[in-house]
């Protein structure tokens, strides 16, 4: 596994490989030496957003920021906390036996 600082540089490396060019042929289509494609996939220069849009483009990519699709807005997700409890609430009681299972209670004794 690599850390955050190793992120550019494998992603390289992963589009450059999916897309079967090698180091120099991605580096003349992204328009700069195969030295520093090199550094950039070996961790030892970080990219910076030119050139991983230039890299991108010439695998046919592209580079776009978006915010994360685990983002959870604390408001709308209360709001339908409330509108599920209230459907919860809505919903025929029925009662039930009990269960089955001994309790928690029983279990640590």
């Not at 029925?94 to 004794?109: E, V």
Request: hydrophobic share 40%.
């Amino acid at each position: 596994m690599f850390d955050s600082r190793q992120l550019a540089g494998e992603l390289i490396r992963r589009a450059r490989q999916e897309g079967g060019l090698s180091q120099a042929e991605l580096a003349r289509r992204a328009g700069m030496p195969r030295s520093v494609l090199n550094a950039y996939e070996h961790h030892h220069r970080q990219p910076g957003v030119d050139a991983l849009a230039r890299i991108a483009q010439a695998v046919g990519m592209e580079v776009r920021l978006e915010p994360p699709l685990d983002r959870v807005d604390p408001a709308r997700a209360g709001r339908i906390l409330v509108q599920v409890l209230d459907l919860a609430e809505a919903l025929p009681n029925r009662q039930r036996g009990r269960l089955a299972y001994p309790s928690l209670k029983a279990l640590g004794s």
